[in-house]
Every structure is written in C-alpha cells, then in structure tokens.
C-alpha cells in the first residue's frame, strides 16, 4: 500500500512536470523525459565564444541598433569596440558569428572591411539596447574552420546599397550623370561639369540616422559626400570630401537663397583614396561629420530647425568632365547621442561539455537488502566543466543487467539532489541499477556503471528435537537450519544469530540449537523463530519454511507385571 501511495505521488509530480507518461514492459512505468534546448544555448558546431557588454544610452533605449565590433585576430586586452581572438579564428573572418543574449539567436551582420589574419570592422544589429544605466549582452562566435561569412548589409541596415548589383530602379537620378559600374561594386558619378545628385527613391531618413558611405575621387578635385535632410532640389545639406585647396572637408546648406558653408576646415586628402564619411543627423539643430570615424565637426548653427526628415542621397561636384566620385557603399543605421557604448568583454568561453557517468555511492555493488524496503541510492555528479551543477537525473532498476525491461525508471527528474529513495522488490533475486544526470545546460550524460543489488531474507529450511530420548531434570534440545535465501549459503555463527521464543540459539557447529529445560508434566510449549540478527547484510526478514516445533511433557507411565 505505502508502495503503491509513493508511486501515484510519483507519477502525479511527473504528470505535473513533463505530462506524459507510456506504459513500460512488464507493467512498469516509463516516464518520457522532454528534449529542450538540446545545444544548451551554444551556437552548434563553433568552438569558442566570448560575452559582450552594451551599455545603454543615457538617451534611451534603442532596437534594431546597428553596433560596430572591431575583431582582432592576433593577441590583445579586449576593450572597448575591439576584441582579439587570439588566432582561433578564420584569417578571412568568415567564422565570426554574433548572437543575442541566448547565446543561440543570431544577428544580422555586415563586416564592413577586413585585413586578412589582422582585423575585420563589423557592424551587428542588436535587437534590444535598454537605456542607461542597463546593458545588454551579445555573444561573439568563432572557430569553426569550414565556416563562410553570412555577412549581410541588407539585413543589417535600414538602408545599404553596395552597388555590387545594379539597383537602380531604387533610384533616382535629379541631375548630372551616374554609372552603375557593378564588376568594380561602384557607383560612379560625374563626367559632366556641375552637380551629379542621386538620390534613394520614395525613401526619407528622420533624425536618429547616421548616413555611412565610402567614397572616393579621381583624377582631381571634385566634391564628393552625401545628400541629406533633402526637401526639394533647392533645400538640403550636403556633407563632402575633396582634395579642393583650404576646403577639403566641408557642410554645406542648400537653401533658397540662403545657400553656404554650415562648416569648412582642412583636411589632408588625396585623389583614389578611400575615404569613410559618416553623417550623424542627431537632431534638427545637431549634426555631426567624421572622417574614417574621427569625429570632425560637431555642427550646432545654421541649421534649419524645420528640417526633420528627408530624402537621402550622394551628390559629387565636378570642374571637370574627367573628374568622377566613386561609392563603394552607402548605407544608412540608427543614430542616437550619445551612442551605445560598449562594455566588457567576457573570457573566451568553450562550448558546455556534457557530464560524464556519475560514480556510484551507496548501495555497494552487491548489497542485499529486505525485500520491499524502502533504499537510498545516492552517486556523485561529474562534469568536465569546472563549477557545471546537475540540473536532473534518471535512475533505473532492473532484473535485466542490460536494462532491456526495467522495473523501476523515474524518466528524467528535475533535480540538484544526488540521491533517490526507491522501495525495492518483494522477490528476492539479483537486479541493477544505474543513473544518469544533466548538466546546468541541460545536457545529457551518458548512463552510470550498472550495479548490482541483492534482495534477500533469511529462509529457515529445516527444523527438528536433536534427542528423542530426554532425562527428566535435563530437558531437550530443539535445533534449526538457515541460509540465505538468494544463494543458500549457510547462516551460521560467522554471519549473526537466530532467536527461538526471544532466545540465542547456539550454532554448534553444523546447525542452531537450543536447549529447552524440563518443564512439568502436561505442559507443552511452541517453539517459533521470533528474529534473526545478521551481521553480514543486515537482514531481517525471516522466510521460515521449517515451522513451529511443540513438545509436550509427559509421564513415561512404569507397570509391574507380575
Ligand atoms: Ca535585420
Ligand atoms: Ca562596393
Ligand atoms: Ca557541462
Ligand atoms: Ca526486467
């Protein structure tokens, strides 16, 4: 009955957790363990990974948020937006991989540049960046040696054109001439004097946006940049790049009769040089202008406050009509000030290990125990991962030593505890057990040793009087023999002692006796094994097939016959 409680209590905790459960050979319970997150929050088939902090923006919180990542491969202390892998990566980077905090959900990103077996500039969309003060991590991936880029610009901006494909039914040419030159991945303008104006089609940007392109000019001196906050072919600004004496960095403000320089400064620049122009449109009276991610000018006047959002597009300049601007990309990403940051690094990590078998504890191999009884099977956890906990185990016990048909199996059971309480069988006979476990990331171990555990009890298989002849002052002699029931080997004085009526019986050396004293005529008295001690197993369970022996007193009655 207390069996059977513990198994519905069992089997209710079971339904409660996992909710399904098969019927097992020989009636047995087979509870169905569930599968989840069976890479355990690792990237499958990469070999190391590093944590990395964003930290919020005191301006708010931010999604979709195009973040850049500068990825060493030689040695280095990580900081900041760098990362050093230590040359565990690819030379061509093509293995790096950026997931969200799960360690699994990857994100969309573009590897702006590379130096083979130096260093690659990345861009990663993170999905959520909280404000200040909160954070939020990523995960680098590297080391997988048959891995390809999946960077992708599309995916990761707003915005992004790389010209490698001619796209541009997406746009629209205002004034001069263009060239879709995709067997260079350019976007070529010029080749008339004046402006050459292209702009993305139906497409506004709104503040919060930086516009990022790479430009470049040749043979001599036209301006080449952006066109932005663009309200009409007589209103917007234009942020550019020459090699034009005393002005080679400049912003300028088209504006109905209100035309000039919001800014223009010195900048040492040469013809067919790639050059990275970023315009941060912070807000209607913020601009900022970088140079290869030097902050330039921060450009606060002459702004026109009503200019909020607007068409987007590149616009070159040209004095003459062999001189062009080229655009290797244009893309645009959010902009907030200040920006994300970044914050630690984490240590390169290795993917989770799964545990190894548990050792066995107790009982010992070979045990024997009461039938029925309730018995603690207790193992260590063992993990290759230092500090790895057990988040679950399954044990099983079984007449079988290949557990083909197991007798009792708890399915896999959510737990930090090292030990389970079963009650065993009432046959007695040879059966095994075995456990396995799972780690903190959910990862399966293989199963323990098999070991063996005995149920047995003692079986008293033969009884009788030693004399049939008794003197009258001395008593007689009752004598017993036991073995142990699962092997019927001898229980003898080496292994405990039987109890008749609450008494020590003797082993006198081929069985156990005890001496009854005379008792007064036509009394009789039953003899009964009342317990047995066993200092070997500990048993207690008596299986008695000899039975009760009764004597009775009498008279021998003399006649004299004459
Ligand atoms: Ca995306
Ligand atoms: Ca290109
Ligand atoms: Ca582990
Ligand atoms: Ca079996």
Same mark, same amino acid.
């Given at each position: 009955?207390?069996?059977?409680?513990?198994?519905?209590?069992?089997?209710?905790?079971?339904?409660?957790?996992?909710?399904?459960?098969?019927?097992?050979?020989?009636?047995?319970?087979?509870?169905?363990?569930?599968?989840?997150?069976?890479?355990?929050?690792?990237?499958?088939?990469?070999?190391?990974?590093?944590?990395?902090?964003?930290?919020?923006?005191?301006?708010?919180?931010?999604?979709?948020?195009?973040?850049?990542?500068?990825?060493?491969?030689?040695?280095?202390?990580?900081?900041?937006?760098?990362?050093?892998?230590?040359?565990?990566?690819?030379?061509?980077?093509?293995?790096?991989?950026?997931?969200?905090?799960?360690?699994?959900?990857? =994100?969309?990103?573009?590897?702006?540049?590379?130096?083979?077996?130096? +260093?690659?500039?990345?861009?990663?969309?993170?999905?959520?960046?909280?404000?200040?003060?909160?954070?939020?991590?990523?995960?680098? #991936?590297?080391?997988?040696?048959?891995?390809?880029?999946?960077?992708?610009?599309?995916?990761?901006?707003?915005?992004? +054109?790389?010209?490698?494909?001619?796209?541009?039914?997406?746009?629209? =040419?205002?004034?001069?001439?263009?060239?879709?030159?995709?067997?260079?991945?350019? =976007?070529?303008?010029?080749?008339?004097?004046?402006?050459?104006?292209?702009?993305?089609?139906?497409?506004?940007?709104?503040?919060?946006?930086?516009?990022?392109?790479?430009?470049?000019?040749?043979?001599?001196?036209?301006?080449?940049?952006?066109?932005?906050?663009?309200?009409?072919?007589?209103?917007?600004?234009?942020?550019?790049?020459?090699?034009?004496?005393?002005?080679?960095?400049?912003? +300028?403000?088209?504006?109905?009769?209100?035309?000039?320089?919001?800014?223009?400064?010195?900048?040492?620049?040469?013809?067919?040089?790639?050059?990275?122009?970023?315009?941060?449109?912070?807000?209607?009276?913020?601009?900022?202008?970088?140079?290869?991610?030097? /902050?330039?000018?921060?450009?606060?006047?002459? /702004?026109?406050?009503?200019?909020?959002?607007?068409?987007?597009?590149?616009?070159?300049?040209?004095?003459?009509?062999?001189?062009?601007?080229?655009?290797?990309?244009?893309?645009?990403?959010?902009?907030?000030?200040?920006?994300?940051?970044?914050?630690?690094?984490?240590?390169?990590?290795?993917?989770?290990?799964?545990?190894?078998?548990?050792?066995?504890?107790?009982?010992?191999?070979?045990?024997?125990?009461?039938?029925?009884?309730?018995?603690?099977?207790?193992?260590?956890?063992?993990?290759?991962?230092?500090?790895?906990?057990?988040?679950?185990?399954?044990?099983? /016990?079984?007449?079988?030593?290949?557990?083909?048909?197991?007798?009792?199996?708890?399915?896999?059971?959510?737990?930090?505890?090292?030990?389970?309480?079963?009650?065993?069988?009432?046959?007695?006979?040879? #059966?095994?057990?075995?456990?396995?476990?799972?780690?903190?990331?959910?990862?399966?171990?293989?199963?323990?040793?098999?070991?063996? $555990? $005995?149920?047995?009890?003692?079986?008293?298989?033969?009884?009788?009087?030693?004399?049939?002849?008794?003197? $009258?002052?001395?008593?007689?002699?009752?004598?017993?023999?036991?073995?142990?029931?699962?092997?019927?080997?001898?229980?003898?004085?080496?292994?405990?002692?039987? #109890?008749?009526?609450?008494?020590?019986?003797?082993?006198?050396?081929?069985?156990?006796? #005890?001496?009854?004293?005379?008792?007064?005529?036509?009394?009789?008295? $039953?003899?009964?094994?009342?317990?047995?001690?066993?200092?070997? +197993?500990?048993?207690?369970?008596?299986?008695?097939?000899?039975?009760?022996?009764?004597?009775?007193?009498?008279?021998?009655?003399?006649?004299?016959?004459?």
């Amino acid at each position: 009955m207390k069996k059977y409680y513990a198994g519905v209590c069992l089997l209710f905790c079971f339904l409660l957790f996992f909710g399904s459960i098969t019927e097992g050979k020989n009636g047995s319970i087979i509870f169905s363990s569930v599968e989840e997150g069976v890479d355990g929050g690792w990237l499958s088939g990469w070999q190391y990974r590093k944590s990395h902090e964003i930290q919020g923006s005191t301006a708010g919180a931010v999604t979709d948020y195009q973040v850049m990542v500068v990825v060493h491969y030689g040695d280095g202390a990580d900081s900041g937006q760098d990362v050093y892998l230590n040359g565990k990566c690819r030379t061509d980077f093509g293995d790096i991989r950026f997931t969200d905090s799960d360690g699994v959900t990857l =994100l969309d990103y573009w590897m702006e540049s590379y130096v083979s077996g130096d +260093y690659a500039v990345f861009w990663v969309e993170v999905p959520n960046i909280p404000a200040d003060p909160d954070n939020t991590v990523i995960y680098i #991936y590297y080391g997988k040696s048959d891995a390809t880029t999946t960077s992708n610009g599309k995916n990761t901006f707003p915005i992004f +054109y790389n010209f490698n494909t001619d796209e541009s039914s997406e746009w629209v =040419l205002d004034a001069g001439q263009w060239q879709w030159d995709t067997s260079n991945g350019w =976007l070529k303008t010029g080749g008339v004097t004046g402006q050459t104006r292209a702009r993305v089609k139906d497409t506004t940007v709104s503040t919060g946006q930086a516009i990022r392109i790479r430009i470049k000019w040749a043979p001599d001196n036209p301006f080449v940049g952006t066109c932005f906050a663009y309200q009409d072919s007589a209103n917007f600004y234009h942020h550019r790049l020459s090699t034009y004496s005393g002005a080679q960095h400049s912003m +300028y403000r088209f504006q109905l009769g209100n035309n000039g320089y919001l800014f223009s400064k010195s900048y040492s620049t040469s013809t067919d040089t790639w050059y990275i122009l970023e315009t941060r449109w912070i807000s209607s009276t913020k601009v900022l202008c970088y140079i290869n991610d030097e /902050l330039a000018k921060t450009v606060t006047s002459g /702004l026109v406050s009503s200019w909020t959002s607007g068409g987007i597009g590149v616009r070159s300049y040209h004095y003459s009509t062999t001189d062009y601007g080229y655009y290797d990309w244009f893309l645009v990403r959010k902009c907030v000030d200040p920006e994300p940051s970044h914050g630690s690094w984490g240590n390169e990590e290795l993917p989770n290990q799964p545990p190894n078998p548990p050792s066995l504890n107790s009982p010992q191999a070979n045990e024997r125990f009461d039938p029925s009884i309730s018995v603690t099977f207790t193992w260590t956890f063992n993990d290759p991962d230092a500090g790895d906990a057990q988040s679950a185990y399954r044990f099983q /016990l079984d007449d079988n030593s290949d557990f083909s048909s197991p007798i009792i199996d708890t399915g896999k059971v959510a737990s930090s505890e090292s030990s389970t309480t079963q009650s065993l069988l009432g046959s007695v006979g040879l #059966y095994y057990w075995r456990v396995k476990t799972w780690d903190s990331q959910n990862a399966e171990g293989d199963w323990s040793e098999a070991r063996p $555990i $005995i149920v047995d009890r003692i079986k008293i298989i033969a009884g009788g009087v030693v004399d049939f002849t008794v003197d $009258i002052d001395v008593g007689g002699k009752i004598w017993y023999y036991a073995v142990y029931e699962y092997d019927n080997s001898t229980f003898d004085d080496s292994c405990g002692l039987l #109890y008749l009526n609450g008494f020590e019986m003797i082993w006198d050396g081929e069985k156990w006796v #005890y001496a009854f004293p005379y008792s007064t005529e036509g009394n009789q008295i $039953i003899f009964h094994i009342t317990g047995v001690l066993d200092n070997q +197993y500990g048993l207690t369970e008596i299986n008695n097939q000899a039975g009760d022996i009764i004597i009775n007193w009498a008279t021998a009655t003399i006649e004299i016959k004459k």
